[in-house]
């Protein structure tokens, strides 16, 4: 069998059982060479993450409640070596730590920390090798990811090592200094990990056990989705299903690695599996998931012949590009054409933003539309099956919802649909009862 890299997220080694269930994990896959553990994270709704614990740490160099904090994040790791009665005096790196922020040192060495001391406890406790990220995770000087460099540099010093802890978050530029990747980032430094090694899976351990098909806050109960392809997480994820760090997937989709997510607590459920095309044995949904957001707005231009106006469309998109607004959709009709918004970016700009329109396109009428929602329905399983769109219409219009806007991509893999924010939840619903429970 091929070589495994699992790595466990904040919450999977958030205390000494939880790492209890991370060895068992491991040492029940002998293909499990490579792990890649977060810094511990909260073991309850009302506690801290230790990276967050370590930025406020940073902040607090030289101020009242430093030392509150630093024994706070002491206690966390004491208890989880004392628990789990390894023989491991984690002391002097502490205390390294300490004297490296009251000495000035950044916010990113402090947060990088939390890996770095989880890793030396679970490097400990696995008797596996140690490595430190720093060595094999490659930033330029100005901060950016050396992905090439690193897949170099990780594949060579892992070429010659049967079993390593690599803690994730950090890497370091060529004067030496720690570098850190944005928040979740330990996900990019697995992936980073699988790909150099040409892993045969790269999973992601955490405390679900997998994607959903709906949001769960929205629809009871919802089904794991089992596969979903890159592309399909991608607009998923974009839509605002909470996935993986969108930077993990590239270094595995690259090298074509499967990502099997999974969960430390239920070890045994399968779990989603992102892959570049989905087994021909599998017999999937029409649909693999539904996502959605909340705040756009809709600018409706219409003037009559527009559609034979050359460069209508970029005056238009000129405008938006001179008011650095980007757009999300762009529906078009024979006289009419409509921007979609978001209103983050729109924050203040829509009132320009109509007089330049007005000034560059000499429009019959502008309208605008608030208070939208976007839902995606993705599946690649639509580009096969006729009627999906039937579907998804008549159990929006069953349930009273107005569709305001409708959008699918060229790709034929989702569909858009604007909807009011109060019709929302229940457009989500609707879909979702309608493609995964049949319902007529
Ligand atoms: N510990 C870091 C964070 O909280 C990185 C990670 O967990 O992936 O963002």
């Known amino acids: 069998m091929g070589i495994k890299v699992a790595k466990f997220g904040g919450s999977s080694l958030a205390n000494a059982t939880q790492f209890e ?73 502490l205390e390294k730590v300490k004297t490296d922020i009251l000495n000035g040192a950044d916010a990113d060495y402090a947060a990088s920390r939390g890996e770095f001391l989880n ?30 460099k690193t897949n170099e540099t990780m594949a060579k010093r892992l070429n010659d090592c049967n079993n390593a802890v690599i803690p994730g978050f950090y890497g370091a530029q060529p004067c030496g200094r720690v570098k850190t990747l944005s928040r979740g980032g330990s996900d990019v430094t697995g992936a980073l990990v699988a790909g150099a090694i040409n892993a045969e899976v790269y999973q992601n351990w955490t405390d679900v056990s997998g994607f959903l098909v709906a949001d769960p806050r929205i629809v009871d109960n919802p089904d794991v989705i089992k596969y979903i392809t890159y592309k399909e997480l991608r607009e998923l994820s974009y839509m605002g299903a909470t996935v993986l760090h969108e930077e993990a997937i590239f270094p595995v989709r690259r090298a074509g690695i499967p990502i099997n997510v999974k969960n430390t607590n239920a070890p045994l459920d399968e779990g989603t599996l992102i892959v570049q095309t989905i087994p021909d044995d599998y017999e999937s949904k029409p649909i693999t998931g539904v996502a959605g957001r909340k705040g756009f707005t809709v600018i409706a231009i219409e003037k009559a012949m527009m559609n034979s106006e050359v460069g209508f469309g970029q005056r238009v998109l000129d405008v938006l590009a001179r008011r650095g607004v980007s757009f999300e959709h762009m529906p078009t009709g024979i006289d009419t054409l409509s921007l979609v918004i978001s209103d983050v970016e729109l924050s203040g700009k829509l009132d320009v933003i109509i007089n330049d329109l007005n000034a560059v396109c000499n429009p019959d009428s502008i309208e605008i539309f608030k208070n939208l929602a976007l839902i995606a329905t993705v599946g690649q399983g639509m580009i096969r099956n006729i009627g999906i769109s039937a579907k998804l219409f008549g159990a929006l219009a069953k349930n009273n919802v107005n569709i305001r806007m409708i959008d699918q991509g060229s790709s034929e893999l989702n569909i858009i649909v604007g909807v009011e924010i109060d019709d929302f939840e229940v457009a989500v619903c609707s879909i979702y009862n309608a493609f995964m429970k049949d319902e007529k």
Not at 79 to 86: F, G, V
Not at 119 to 144: M, P, R
């Open 21 to 93: 269930r991370v060895r068992a994990i491991v040492k029940g896959d002998d293909d499990i060479r490579f792990v890649v553990p977060s810094a511990p994270g909260k073991r309850n709704n009302n506690d801290e993450k230790i990276t967050d614990l370590l930025y406020k740490l940073q902040s607090l160099a030289n101020k009242d409640g430093f030392n509150k904090t630093y024994q706070k994040i002491e206690d966390r790791y004491s208890e989880i070596i004392k628990t789990l009665n390894i023989d491991l005096d984690l002391a002097a790196d």
């Open 119 to 148: 890793g030396i406890i679970l490097a400990n406790y696995l008797g596996y090798e140690f490595i430190d990220a720093a060595e094999v995770i490659c930033f330029d000087e100005n901060g950016k990811l050396l992905f090439e």
